[in-house]
T-cell receptor, first 113, second 113 residues
Framework: EPEVTQTPSHQVTQMGQEVILRCVPI?????FYWYRQILGQKVEFLVSFYNNEISEKSEIFDDQFSVERPDGSNFTLKIRSTKLEDSAMYFC???????????FGPGTRLTVL | DAKTTQPNSMESNEEEPVHLPCNHS???????IHWYRQLPSQGPEYVIHGLTSNVNNRMASLAIAEDRKSSTLILHRATLRDAAVYYCILRDPSGAGSYQLTFGKGTKLSVIP
């Protein structure tokens, strides 16, 4: 069964450093998403992406964040200058259509020291 | 966004049926009721969704009240693998913010062997 994959599974970085989290969505899916979950808290929507554009973003997704689909298979989330409060699990998801079921990856645990 | 209310936690014995309730008294006519679950240390996983009629799939059944102000996710025989946090999410495919899933705290289901 096709699945969303994410790398790395765990990323440790120093405050102020840039990080790139990578995702490979399911191959025929057109819509891509990032969510995050701070330890012990709710899963929060960050951004959705379609046709090489951001279609929706939350208040969390400020100028420090960016997304890109650099080639036909990868979808990345970049955090330009990490803060301690960016420490969280980051989940990538994809769907065939915008209102379809979203399929989530296993997540990347980001630890900012 | 229309809000959902779920119990914080529930317990079930293995191989017994489980009924997970969700209240959504402010649901609009175009809101679909979605259920996702999150197994420990994993990303959320789609379970089932419906609009008005009861729905069945290989994972679960969804019973929707006639007035749509509540719904119940039914796991017919709980297994240890069903221990997870279950999220009831309303989603309007036509409205603003339709791309995102808005997760609450969900119900943490424990399954006792």
């Amino acid at each position: 069964e096709p699945e969303v994959t994410q790398t790395p599974s765990h990323q440790v970085t120093q405050m102020g450093q840039e990080v790139i989290l990578r995702c490979v969505p399911i191959s025929n899916h057109l819509y891509f998403y990032w969510y995050r979950q701070i330890l012990g808290q709710k899963v929060e929507f960050l951004v959705s992406f379609y046709n090489n554009e951001i279609s929706e973003k939350s208040e969390i997704f400020d100028d420090q964040f960016s997304v890109e689909r650099p080639d036909g298979s990868n979808f990345t989330l970049k955090i330009r200058s990490t803060k301690l409060e960016d420490s969280a699990m980051y989940f990538c998801a994809s769907s065939e259509q915008d209102t379809d079921t979203q399929y989530f990856g296993p997540g990347t645990r980001l630890t900012v020291l | 966004d229309a809000k959902t209310t779920q119990p914080n936690s529930m317990e079930s014995n293995e191989e017994e049926p489980v009924h997970l309730p969700c209240n959504h008294s402010t649901i609009s006519g175009t809101d679909y009721i979605h259920w996702y679950r999150q197994l420990p240390s994993q990303g959320p996983e789609y379970v089932i969704h419906g609009l008005t009629s009861n729905v069945n799939n290989r994972m679960a059944s969804l019973a929707i009240a006639e007035d749509r102000k509540s719904s119940t996710l039914i796991l017919h025989r709980a297994t240890l693998r069903d221990a997870a946090v279950y999220y009831c999410i309303l989603r309007d495919p036509s409205g603003a913010g339709s791309y995102q899933l808005t997760f609450g705290k969900g119900t943490k289901l424990s399954v006792i062997p």
